[in-house]
């Protein structure tokens, strides 16, 4: 049974030195698949040539609401919707809604948000939500919107657990990755005590939150076993039965051929 990260983002410049021999490394380390997500129209672009170039390699396409002035455009929608009807791409995303910055403007961020959602309906794929500090509003478009008939993911989920009891009770899964290894990450630990091991996805976010004992370096899939341990260790179990889960939600929630 192999480790799947199920979010990171390989097309980040700060691969660019090493990115092959870092990619064509996993499979020695028991990392079986990646799930590259696109966050900007480039990163998207970028995605699609990850998942032609590695067969282990699969994609989600979506706009981050950072960068969603990038949609303001025409044809964007029509470019989206193509690359997200891929074979490899397995979820529209990362899309949701960002309120630590002030930019965009939180009326164009939820436009977009919406607008992917409905794009996720059309084409019945899941959806990977990103959400920091906009957790009433997330919840409302997600329910007004029906989420749950798409289902997916919250990833890098940072609320408490009465918000993850929302999202799994709309069936959601919820992304945990290297901020469980954190001294200050009491909150996620609670969460992940609390929830069923059966919506548990490992994720790094790459090249961002790495874990402990290697935060604040460039992370990759290879720290993936230190979120593991972290997740075993919180919930009494074994790290076996922690990579065996999480393997058949990943395998679950996209639809990613079993080995
Ligand atoms: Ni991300």
């Not at 990619?23 to 990392?31: C, D, E, K, Q, V």
């Not at 698949?33 to 900007?40: C, H, L, P, R």
């Not at 965009?104 to 939820?110: L, N």
């Not at 230190?226 to 179990?237: G, L, S």
Request: charged content about 30%.
């Amino acid at each position: 049974m192999y480790i799947i990260d199920t979010h990171a983002h390989y097309d980040d410049e700060r691969f660019d030195g090493d990115r092959d021999e870092l990619l064509t490394s996993l499979s020695f380390h028991n990392i079986g698949i990646v799930i590259n997500s696109g966050a900007s129209m480039k990163g998207v672009r970028d995605t699609i040539a990850l998942t032609e170039k590695y067969d282990f390699v699969y994609g989600s396409v979506g706009i981050h609401p950072s960068d969603v002035m990038e949609l303001e455009v025409d044809n964007a929608y029509e470019e989206l919707k193509s690359l997200a009807l891929r074979d490899k791409i397995v979820a529209v995303g990362e899309t949701g809604l960002d309120y630590y910055w002030d930019e965009p403007d939180r009326e164009i961020q939820k436009k977009h948000f919406e607008r992917q959602l409905e794009l996720a309906r059309e084409i019945k794929k899941p959806v990977i939500i990103h959400s920091r500090d906009a957790a009433a509003d997330t919840l409302d478009i997600m329910k007004s919107l029906h989420a749950e008939e798409m289902g997916g993911t919250i990833h890098c989920f940072s609320y408490g657990t009465e918000l993850a009891e929302e999202y799994l009770n709309m069936g959601f899964y919820l992304g945990i990755g290297g901020v469980i290894t954190f001294k200050n990450g009491r909150k996620l630990k609670e969460v992940v005590d609390y929830m069923p091991l059966d919506r548990i996805l490992l994720e790094t976010d790459s090249p961002y939150l790495s874990p402990e004992p290697n935060r604040g370096k460039r992370n990759s899939s290879l720290n993936l076993p230190y979120v593991a341990e972290k997740i075993a260790e919180i919930k009494n179990i074994s790290v076996e039965k922690v990579i065996e889960a999480t393997y058949d939600n990943a395998c679950r929630v996209y639809k990613l051929p079993r080995a």
